[in-house]
């Protein structure tokens, strides 16, 4: 049976021929760990976004688009159980999610089993909506750059939440609308915006979804978003300085004491509730020692106190980090952490896609899928142009106490 959220709702172990190993018993059976269950939580960057309005509706119908089945076989050979998909353009009803399921997940591509998703999640996205200011202050309105988040059109580069365990339809929250003057102590850049235009500016280039799973008797908070990149912009840094607080929302959110001044787009106030399990999860375009975020943004969540950093590897990053070299090689940052493949001259590749636990939420396993060269599943990663994304999909196992039912 599949679920539809109307706003819109809509494991076992991976070994390559290379021997890279993905360790997880099936991820749906129950630990013998005082009735805590092991779950499978990825997220996955799968540029899955089109250059025009309607575009990807049509590739999902055709259940022939290359990047899809091969960013569909990534998800089936990893086997996640909530997976949050990053720049999945935002279609009116979930139609995109599921096509994406029918003909695609529920398909299996490359060899590897199908997979079902009876949940999903999507909702409008900030990207390609027009503000009606000249937010970039190049003398002209209109854009992608004066959108309330980057895009050529309303939606691309959405999100998506697909889980295998019920979604909570009637508790989730959005922060599309939350402005970015109402967070206290904003990075804004001095003198960017005028009253005005400071009067309409979102924080979220995307948008910052509470979504709650059903896992067994717990409630587990998917805590969602894709903060704009810290680039594309001037001295003024309005782009890092957004990307640093798009982060910083989420280490308020979940406190202790410190999401006072939030609130959701039906105006409920305050952040999650003391005690509440929940795995913050996204591209959040930020790495904690090389590129060009702000230093100290993506700390917010790895020093927090109620948060686990599982560290997730790969045997692929490390290899392509020394393969392609150029900024690479000036690096400080550990290569086997990289999620992103980015361009060599400049950032290099990057750790930028989190899953990141709750404390209560014990990690027993995490990785990212990033084979090296010699294994024949490096088809799925390659270089560019890449067959499925410059990100990597990054998955965290974590025991869901009480999440047997």
Do not use: C
Not at 152 to 157: A, E, I, K, N, R
Request: hydrophobic share 40%.
């Amino acid at each position: 049976m599949r679920i539809s959220i109307a706003a819109v709702a809509v494991t076992a172990a991976l070994t390559t021929a290379a021997a890279v190993l993905i360790a997880a018993a099936p991820a749906s059976v129950g630990r013998p760990d005082g009735g805590a269950a092991a779950i499978r939580v990825a997220t996955y960057n799968l540029s899955l976004n089109r250059a025009a309005e309607g575009e990807l509706e049509t590739d999902l119908a055709s259940g022939t688009d290359t990047q899809a089945q091969a960013v569909a076989e990534v998800i089936q050979r990893t086997r996640p159980d909530i997976v949050l998909l990053n720049e999945f353009d935002y279609v009116e009803g979930g139609v995109a999610a599921d096509l994406f399921r029918d003909n695609y997940l529920e398909v299996g591509q490359g060899g590897a089993d199908p997979i079902e998703y009876p949940y999903a999640f999507v909702a409008p996205s900030n990207t390609g909506i027009p503000s009606g200011f000249d937010l970039n202050n190049d003398g002209t309105v209109g854009g992608g750059d004066d959108a309330y988040g980057f895009g050529l059109f309303p939606g691309q580069y959405g999100m998506a939440v697909l889980s295998k365990y019920p979604i909570l339809e009637d508790d989730v929250r959005t922060f599309q609308n939350f402005l970015w003057t109402d967070m206290p102590g904003a990075l804004l850049p001095p003198d960017w915006f005028s009253p005005e235009e400071l009067e309409v500016v979102r924080l979220s280039s995307k948008s910052h979804w509470d979504v709650p799973v059903q896992v067994g008797r717990r409630v587990v908070h998917v805590l969602a978003s894709h903060p704009t990149p810290p680039t594309f912009d001037g001295a003024e840094d309005r782009n890092g300085r957004r990307n640093h607080d798009e982060i910083r929302f989420w280490a308020d959110y979940v406190g202790p004491g410190r999401g006072s001044y939030i609130y959701d787009d039906e105006g409920v106030r305050g952040g999650l509730k003391p005690g509440s399990a929940f795995l913050v999860l996204g591209d959040q375009n930020s790495d904690p020692v090389d590129g060009d975020s702000v230093p100290g943004a993506i700390q917010q969540l790895l020093e927090h106190p109620r948060i686990v950093d599982p560290l997730p590897t790969s045997e692929g990053a490390p290899e392509a980090a020394v393969l392609q070299g150029g900024a690479n090689t000036t690096h400080e940052g550990d290569p086997r952490y990289d999620t992103a493949d980015f361009a060599d001259t400049a950032p290099g590749n990057l750790r930028a896609d989190y899953v990141l636990p709750s404390r209560q939420l014990r990690p027993v396993g995490a990785g990212v899928f990033w084979p090296v060269r010699s294994d024949p599943l490096s088809r799925l990663t390659g270089e560019f142009p890449f067959p499925t994304s410059d990100h990597r999909l990054v998955w965290v196992d974590v025991r869901v106490p009480g999440g047997r039912s």
